[in-house]
C-alpha cells in the first residue's frame, strides 16, 4: 500500500504541494485529477523518487521510502512524452527493466515479449521507436513500464498526446489491462472523463492539497465545493440568499429552492452558491418535485442518448440539463428537481476558491 | 521565370568567386602539389624522404592526440556541468570561455610566454623568493607548454558541442532508466554515453583537427624537435628554402586534414539525428548536494584560473617594469609602466623594421579592413550562386569548404611558389596579405550569409513583384534589409581572423609592412627586455582590438 504523508514542496519559490496526504489501496486504480499546473506530476515524481520533497513521507507498505533511490523502488512510471529510449529497438525498450534486474536472457526475452503482447505489440520487438505512431509509442512505453512487474504502475497523461479516437479505445484497453493484472496504479490526468472511466478511488487536486477524495460516484454525486464542481463539468450555479434553515431554502433570481448543504452548517441569510445537477431526469415532469423552476428553451443538443437542453430564466440566466424528451426551441415550461439534485455552498468558500484560480 | 534565366544568372554571379578562388586558391594549390609530386618521382620514396615526412607526422599526430586526450579530460566534466546545473556567474563564464576562440595565436603564445616563459610572473616569482639571478625553471619550448595552450584554446569546443548535445538531451530518457531500475553508473553507460557520443566524437575530432593544423602556438612555444608538419612546412620553405620538400609536407598534411573534416562532419550529421529539444531550463537545476557543490566549484574555479590567468598575465606584464631585467643586480624592483607602449612609436635605429612598431597596428587595420570587404563580396555573391544554382549547390557548398581544410601555411607556401613574378609578386605586392586573409575567413563568411539569405522566404520577394518593384527595387527593399545583419557580423568576423592571422602572412608580409602578429613574433624571437616589453604591449593592444570586435559581433547577434 501506498501512502504519502504530509507532502509538500514548492517550484520556483512558490509551493505547488502543500501537504498532500493520501493512501492508494493494493491493486486498485487510483487517479490524480486536477487541472493542468495543479502539481499532479511533481507528486508522481516525488513517488518515484525523482523529486526530493521538501517535507513529509512516502510510505510503501509503511516503509519511508525517503533513502531509497529511484532504482531500488521497483516502481513503474509512464511518461507523458513515453521517454522511450531513441537509440534502442522496441524488444531492447521493453527489455531495459529486466535486464536491470539481472535475470537470465530467456525469462528476460519470455518476459518481453509477453509484455508486448499484452499491448497487441507482438510483431513489433525489433522495430525501431522511432518510426512508430503515436498510439503505438504510448503502447511500447506501457509494455516497458509493466514488464519488470512493478509493485506500483505510475501514469502521467498516458493519453494526453493521443487524438480523441485512439484516447477513446485506448483508454478501454487500459483498463482491462490494468484489472487483468491486478497492478496497484496511480493514474494521473486532467480529463475528468478519463478518470471517471479508469478510477476506483479518485483524488481531487487543487490548490496544492487534496481538497476531496473516494469513489468516482461518490465525488460526481457531492462535489465538495463550487469550483469542484466546475472542474467535474458541472455548470449550472446560482447565487442565493438562506431563507429558511429546516428544510434547508435559497431564494434565488430563478425561483425558491429547497437542498441539501454541502460542508459546515449555513446560517439564516447567508449568501451561498447553489448547484443545480443536470443529470438525465424525468424533471420535465414538474410534479412531485420539491423545487419548481420556469424557464425558455433556447438550444438544444442531440446527444447519443440524451438532448442537451439550454434553458433560459427571467433574470438571464442560463442553465443546462439533459433529458430524453424531445422539447421545442422557444418552449416555455415548468420544470421539477429533487432536493438531492441541489446543492447549496456557501457563497464565502466559492470566492476562496475564484480568487485562488484568479492568482494562479 | 524560366529555369533558363536562373541557370544564366546563377552563371553570372558564378563569374568572380571562381575566378577568385581559382586564381588564389586553386592555382596555388595545385602547384604545391605539383612540386610535392615532382620530388616524389625525382627522389623517389627514398627512406631519407620518406623519414623527413614521417617524423613531423608523428610528431604532429602524437601532440595532438595527447592535447585532444587532455582537453576532452578536462572538457567533458566542464560541458557537463554547463549541461545540468545552474550556478552563479554561469552567463559571464560562457562568455569568458568564448574567448579563446577569437584570440589569435600569436596573442595566447605572448601570454603563456608571460606566465611561464624566462621573463614570466612564475619565473619571476620564483626569482625573487628565492633569490635567484636566472629564471629557474624552463617551462617554455616544451610539449606540456603546447599542449597547455591546445587545452586552452579547444576545451570551449567540447563545452559547446558536447555540452549543447547535453543540454538537449531529453532528461526523462535517463529518468525513465533509472526508474525501470538502472543504478547511475548503468544510467550513464546505456542511456547517456551512448546518446551524446557522437557529439563528443564530433567535437574530438574537431579539437584534434585544429591541434593538428596548429602553427602559431607551436611555432612559439614549441622548440628544437618539436616542430608539426606546419612548423616543418615554415621551417623548411623559408629557412631551409627546400620548396620541394615543403610542398610535399603541405600535400601530406592537407590530406590528413581533409580526412579529418570529412570524419567530422559524418559524426555531426549523426549527433543531430534522435535529439528532441527540451523545454527552456527543464533537467537543469542548481548544485545542492555537498558533493555537487564541491564539483561545480571545482570546475568553475579550474575554467577561471585556465582561461583568466594567461591573459592577466599578458596585460599586467605589459605594464610592468622590472629592473632586474636590465641586468642590474640584487632585488627584483617592479613598477607600473607605460614604456613599452610608448616605445611602440618610436622608429630607432636599431629596430627590427624600417618603420615605427605602431605601424603595424596601421597595416594590420588596414589588411583587415579590406579583407572584409573582399571577404563579404566573395561571400554575398556565393550566396546569391548558391542560392540560384538547385541540387548542384550541396556539392558546390562542400567544394566551397575546401579552404577551410586548408593551413595557413600551406597556401602561403603556394603563394610563394606561384606568385613570384611579375605583375603579382609576393615581393613587391602587399595586397597579397588581405586576399590570403580573405580565403581563410571567405568559408566563415559564407556560413554566416548563406543561413540569412536563405531564410528570406520567397514569397516575401514575389510580394514586393507584385506591388510593383522592379528586380534591383526588390534587392534594396527586402533583401538588403534583411541581410544587413548577417553580413555585418560576417564583416567583423573575417576582420578579426585577418586582425589574428599568423601562418599565411609569415609568408607573405614584407619587412616594411609587419601585421601585429608579425610584429609580435619578432619582438618575442628577439632578446632583451625592451623587445618582450614591447611584445607584450603589442599583444594586449590585438587582445583588446579582438575583444572589442567580438563584443560588437555578440551584441549584434542578439
Redesign the interface.
Known sequence: MLELDQVWKAYLGKPLLRGISLKVEVGKTACLLGPSGSGKSTLL?II???EIPERGKVLWKGQDLSGI?????????M?Q?Y?L???RSVYENVA??LR??NLPKETIRERALEALNMVNLAGFASRKV?DLSGGEQQRVALA??LA?RPRLLMLDEPLGALDRTLRESLLEELRKLLRKTGITAIYVTHDQEEAFFIADQLFLLHDGLVIQQGSPVSLYDCPINPWAARFLGMSNLVEGCVSSLNPLKVSTPIGELTGKIVGKAARLKEQVVVLLKSDIGDWCNRNGFLNQIYGKVIDVVFREHSYRVKLRFKNGQELTFFTSVVLELGQELWIGLPPESVLVYSAEEDALCERSRSSS | MSKRFNFNGAILLWIAPIAFLGLFFFYPLLAVFRVAGEIAITEGFSVDLLERVWKPLGFTVYQAGLSTLITLLIGLPAAYLFARYEFVGKKALRVLILLPFILPTVVVAASFNALLGPRGWINIFLMSILGLESPPMQLLQSLPAIILAHVFYNTTIIIRVVGSAWEQL?P??E??????????G??WW??TR??IQPSILAASLLVFLFDFTSFGVILMLGGPGLATLEVEIYIQALQMLNLPLAGLLSAVQLICTLILMSGYSFFTRQSTL???PRLFGEGVRRPHRWKEIVYSWMIVGFLVVLFVTPLAALGFRSITKLDANRGERGEIQAGLTLDYYQELFINRRQSLFYVPPLAAVRNSLIYAGLTAVISLSLGVLTAYALRRSGKISRVIDAFLMLPLGTSAVTLGLGYILVFNRPPIDVRTFPLLVPVAHSLVAFPFVLRTVLPALLSIPGSLRQAAAVMGASPLRVWWEVDRPLLTKAALVGAIFSFTISLGEFGATTFLSRPEFPTMPVAIFRFLAQPGALNYGQAMAMATLLLVICGVSIYLVDKMDR
Open positions: 515524481r518515484a523518487g525523482l533511490p529511484v532504482h531500488q523502488r521497483e516502481f513503474g512510471l511518461f512524452d521517454a529510449f531513441p537509440h531495459f527493466g536491470m534486474q522511432t516497458r513500464a519488470p | 531529453n526523462r530518457w529518468e525513465a532508466a533509472s526508474v525501470l531500475g538502472a543504478p547511475p548503468r544510467v546505456e542511456i551512448p546518446l534522435g535529439l528532441i
